[in-house]
């Protein structure tokens, strides 16, 4: 990658607590590269306490254009936006922000578009199809709001945060577009079997998903980044079973937020 760095350059921020473990930084600044834009994007290690007073400290820097949010504090950042997409406004939550020409924060979430994205890429047709998802947080409920737009017939969520799932199933439930249920680890009778939490990156996590009762013919995907391959990923490759993994998704969602990140 060859950037210019100089005093025109543009600053986009990727904020999160930790944020160490995050790869999008030389991504998002290659993709800026590319499209011909002076621009970079820079790590920015805030714990939700500091959040707040960092976007209005760094709402002050002129040259400042864009925020991409990550754990933890995509649902705290959508009450820090200005405006938002009525997706963002829905989920209660963002995963990037666009400073406009009169320097107001829209933001939006591409977590769930990303993933579906990435899922039609692989050969998925969501319409009509069973799914289970375990994980009811930002990446999680972005998930499972494009699913259930996507077409499915039938979405299945399981989290161990109660309140935080039957909120999610509720809400969703209330669109109207197909039966949104409580779920759990078994994914016996679906054709989608998705991870949406961070169990499987330690050594010696437990699948989130109980793999002893993946079918070939099931789809089964996840979000996690690293490793690589996570254990349940692998077994379910070792089956047959068409997968998803983190990357996959990210490249997804990196292109869209670029993209928005871009737009005028």
């Not at 009811?136 to 399981?158: D, E, F, R």
């Not at 199933?169 to 949104?180: E, H, T, Y």
Request: hydrophobic share 45%; charged share 15%.
């Amino acid at each position: 990658m060859t950037q210019l760095l100089n005093g025109a350059t543009r600053v986009h921020f990727i904020v999160g607590d930790p944020i160490a473990q995050v790869k999008s930084p030389a991504g998002v600044t290659q993709a800026f590269n590319d499209a011909g834009h002076n621009a970079i994007c820079i790590p920015a290690h805030v714990t939700p306490a500091n959040l707040a007073g960092w976007h209005a400290g760094v709402s002050l820097a002129g040259n400042v254009d864009g925020i991409i949010v990550t754990v933890p504090h995509k649902f705290a950042y959508q009450a820090l936006c200005d405006t938002s997409s009525d997706r963002a406004a829905f989920l209660g939550a963002c995963n990037v922000l666009r400073r406009n020409a009169d320097g107001r924060w829209h933001g939006d979430m591409f977590d769930g578009v990303g993933y579906v994205e990435a899922m039609r890429s692989k050969g998925v047709t969501l319409e009509g199809k069973r799914a289970l998802l375990v994980g009811a947080g930002g990446a999680g409920s972005a998930i499972a709001y494009s699913l259930v737009t996507g077409g499915v017939s039938q979405l299945a969520i399981h989290d161990p945060d109660l309140n935080r799932r039957d909120s999610l199933v509720q809400r969703l439930g209330s669109l109207g577009l197909c039966p949104v249920v409580a779920g759990s680890p078994d994914p016996s009778g679906y054709d989608i079997a998705l991870n949406a939490t961070p169990i499987g990156m330690k050594e010696g996590d437990p699948h989130p998903i109980d793999s002893s009762r993946f079918t070939p013919e099931m789809f089964v995907g996840c979000v996690i980044t690293a490793p690589a391959v996570p254990p349940m990923i692998q077994a379910a490759r070792e089956l047959g079973c068409n997968t998803l993994i983190g990357a996959d998704m990210f490249a997804r969602v990196r292109d869209l937020m670029v993209a928005f990140l871009l737009e005028q």
